[in-house]
């Protein structure tokens, strides 16, 4: 990140007050890290929108690019999801079948020549917008046999 000064000159008035005064007319500055480089360079400027403008420029020229995303195998997701339903602890059940479902879906792919995930499915989850559903608890009151009943009652 570049950061933007004025350089005082010799016979500014603010020069004691150093970089963090900007009110003046001396020239800008830029000093910082882009591109994994040091630079320290006068902007050849005192107006602060074309120095920010240079420096933005400069920032987006110069900075390195974001690497691809690896693509995300079929088989990798399926072994992400199933660990993440051992961490929901998942009855074993609903985990049997979700294996039975990645065996026909591992047969479709196979026979197609597919082997990567598809349809932005790495980086928007499709399932993200659902809600989870209302579970509303009815109370349930103890039990009490006919015989404990009759006790209360006193009949007997």
Same mark, same amino acid.
């Given at each position: 990140?570049?950061?933007?000064?004025?350089?005082?000159? *010799?016979?500014?008035?603010?020069?004691?007050?150093?970089?963090?005064?900007?009110?003046?007319?001396?020239?800008?500055?830029?000093?910082?890290?882009?591109?994994?480089?040091?630079?320290?360079?006068?902007?050849?400027?005192?107006?602060?929108?074309?120095?920010?403008?240079?420096?933005?420029?400069?920032?987006?020229?110069?900075?390195?690019?974001?690497? %691809?995303?690896?693509?995300?195998?079929?088989?990798?997701?399926?072994?992400?999801?199933? %660990?993440?339903? %051992?961490?929901?602890?998942? %009855?074993?059940?609903?985990?049997?079948?979700?294996?039975?479902?990645?065996?026909?879906?591992?047969?479709?792919?196979?026979?197609?020549?597919?082997?990567?995930?598809?349809?932005?499915?790495?980086?928007?989850?499709?399932?993200?917008?659902? *809600?989870?559903?209302?579970?509303?608890?009815?109370?349930?009151?103890?039990?009490?046999?006919?015989?404990?009943?009759?006790?209360?009652?006193?009949?007997?």
């Amino acid at each position: 990140m570049l950061n933007i000064y004025r350089r005082h000159k *010799k016979n500014c008035e603010h020069r004691t007050e150093g970089r963090k005064y900007r009110r003046c007319r001396c020239p800008l500055w830029v000093d910082g890290i882009v591109g994994g480089k040091e630079v320290r360079k006068s902007l050849g400027t005192a107006n602060w929108e074309k120095g920010n403008d240079k420096v933005r420029e400069w920032e987006f020229r110069e900075s390195e690019p974001l690497p %691809a995303p690896e693509p995300i195998t079929i088989q990798l997701a399926q072994e992400r999801l199933l %660990a993440d339903m %051992a961490a929901q602890k998942l %009855a074993e059940s609903t985990i049997v079948k979700y294996r039975q479902l990645f065996k026909q879906m591992n047969a479709f792919a196979q026979d197609r020549g597919l082997r990567y995930l598809d349809r932005d499915w790495v980086t928007k989850n499709p399932a993200a917008r659902l *809600k989870a559903p209302k579970v509303t608890l009815c109370p349930t009151l103890p039990y009490t046999s006919g015989r404990d009943a009759a006790d209360t009652r006193g009949d007997g």
